[in-house]
């Protein structure tokens, strides 16, 4: 299924740009570094180590409880987990890979906080997502969908998957305890009990962080998409990324098709505006091998070693 759905990604792509488009994405983005665009391309680059600063953050403060770790660490912990999930169907193991530098007595626990800002993360994207079909349907009056896909079927399934999400936020020490029962839950914890007791005011904090991260990536896309051909207004280049994110967040795909999803899902909403598939193919190939491509290259340098880990409170 994931192949087929690359396969259709990357087909439906040259179809809308061709072979001569397919040519022109290079070209495009060598000519787009003029002069006149290099402060947006720095924007754009500042912007990238802001993003991963922010999830640094979030994930040490949202361990905090359980253990302190520096800033420093908890960014090489967070780029080791982009290098998992590159390896894993939509980047299922980032989680995972965030715990090499987590002291193996409260490892546990941090897996369960790993997926609780993976999952913020998500409601942020389906947030401004919401937002981004009322911009086209209400507000400009556009239909994003195919006649044949019930308006109510989409809502009802994007509401459904917050809320599950909400539940899984709110309740986390609850399943954390299901889970603790299993015998092999057992074995793997070591004798770690999942305690997970947050306050509302943590969760909002860590949401908030969520939400200006997916603030400050959106608008990377954004500015590339601009400076790379497509004119168009503030709101509906921001409009057409939020549909974009919260579709491609839906459908599973490999490290190599994830880039290729999105940017078809890119030019599918962008068509309301433009018609520049190669701009929108171009930004979004630049954005990912910001963003994803190398942090992960970088990440796969770092030293895979044991080191010394402050105490647990």
């Given amino acids: ?61 949202a361990l905090s409880k359980f253990i302190n770790i520096s800033f ?28 090499a530098l987590i002291d193996s007595e409260v490892r546990g626990k941090a897996g369960f906080v790993a997926v609780w800002c ?55 020490h609850w399943i954390a305890l299901w889970f603790e029962r299993f015998g092999w839950v057992k074995r793997v914890l070591h004798g770690e009990k999942l305690m997970l007791d947050f306050s509302i005011s943590t969760f909002f904090i860590v949401q908030i962080i969520s939400i200006l991260r997916y603030v400050f990536f959106s608008t990377q896309y954004v500015i590339l998409i601009g400076l790379f051909g497509v004119r168009a207004n503030l709101a509906d280049l921001y409009a057409v990324v939020g549909l974009t994110y919260l579709f491609s967040s839906f459908i599973p795909s490999f490290s190599a098709s994830e880039v290729g999803v999105k940017a078809g899902f890119a030019i599918w909403f962008a068509s309301m505006i433009s018609d520049n598939a190669v701009s929108v193919t171009a930004a979004s190939l630049f954005l990912w091998i910001l963003n994803l491509a190398i942090p992960a290259l970088i990440a796969a340098w770092f030293p895979w070693r044991e080191e010394e880990v402050p105490s647990a409170r």
């Fill in 1 to 61: 299924m994931r192949l087929i759905i690359a396969l259709a990604a990357y087909s439906f792509i040259a179809i809308k740009i061709g072979w001569i488009g397919l040519l022109n994405i290079f070209k495009n983005l060598s000519d787009s570094f003029s002069t006149q665009n290099l402060h947006w391309f720095g924007l754009v680059l500042l912007l990238m180590p802001l993003v991963w600063a922010l999830e640094a953050y979030k994930w040490r403060y």
């Fill in 72 to 99: 420093w660490r908890s960014w090489r912990s967070v780029w080791y987990g982009v290098v998992a999930g590159q390896l894993t169907p939509n980047r299922i193991g980032e989680p995972i890979g965030r715990l």
């Fill in 118 to 172: 993976s999952f913020t993360q998500q409601i942020a994207t389906i947030i401004f997502g919401l937002m981004s079909l009322f911009w086209w349907l209400e507000i400009k009056g556009y239909a994003i969908l195919p006649s044949e896909i019930p308006l109510w079927l989409i809502v009802f399934t994007i509401l459904g998957w917050i809320g599950l999400m909400i539940i899984g936020i709110v309740k986390l």
